[in-house]
């Protein structure tokens, strides 16, 4: 069946402007993550979803990152007022179940000029 | 705190020859493991994951990997190596309270050589 689908593949913006990141899940997976993978940081939890709700919010990097999921499928992935260190790889992941196998997305590549 | 350590930034290896990707963890009580392997502009993918029971877990394209208790390890082997093995491999470890938060490794490249 099909694997987790991200868009953009690539999303280039300017310092300052929003960005939003689409993931959608494995068909039937309730559980979703995002990571962030970047030439520094290496790979980085960002957050989860068990269904719609979002327990852990602890690994987001600052209040200008957010993310909702909607109808226990699509996650969106947000950030405000783009800095360069914030350009890197976001990969989102899902799992039938929560801690269950994670199957990852091919990733957004993030450039902010 | 969790962590995860990849001692090695490249491990390179001759087609036919066995290979290993060394991978030690640290985490409170025991760990949930597993290796992923990503391909140049690809996301990750699972290899194997080790949960409870044998020690040797067997994975995806002929991949194992040995969970070791005692010396806090996890590393991922294959007998015989091939070229479309050449990738980046990264080792992930996850504590049974929040598990469903993996902490990576900082990647190992591997290179096989025709």
């Known amino acids: 069946g099909a694997g987790v689908s991200q868009s953009p593949s690539n999303k280039v913006t300017e310092k300052g402007k929003d960005v939003e990141l689409r993931c959608d899940p494995i068909s039937g997976h309730t559980a979703l993550y995002w990571y962030r993978q970047s030439l520094g940081q290496g790979l980085e939890f960002l957050i989860y979803f068990q269904g719609n709700s979002a327990p852990d919010k602890s690994g987001l990097p600052s209040d200008r990152f957010s993310a909702e999921r909607t109808g226990g499928s699509v996650s969106t992935l947000t950030i405000q007022r783009t800095q360069q260190e914030d350009s890197a790889v976001y990969l989102c992941a899902s799992s039938l179940v929560l801690a269950d196998t994670q199957y990852f997305g091919p990733g957004t590549r993030l450039t902010v000029l | 705190a969790q962590s995860v350590a990849q001692p090695e930034d490249q491990v390179n290896v001759a087609e036919g020859n066995p290979l290993t990707v060394k991978c030690t963890y640290s985490?409170?009580?025991?760990?949930?493991l597993f290796w992923y392997v990503q391909y140049p502009n690809r996301g990750l993918q699972f290899l194997l994951k080790y949960i409870t029971g044998d020690n040797l877990v067997k994975g995806s394209y002929g991949f194992e990997a040995e969970f070791n208790k005692s010396q806090t390890s996890f590393h991922l082997k294959k007998p015989s190596a091939l070229v479309s093995d050449s990738a980046l491999y990264f080792c992930?470890?996850?504590?049974?309270?929040?598990?469903?938060?993996?902490?990576f490794g900082s990647g190992t490249r591997l290179l096989v050589r025709p």
């Open positions: 985490v409170s009580g025991n760990p949930y």
């Open positions: 992930a470890v996850s504590g049974r309270v929040d598990s469903y938060k993996l902490i």
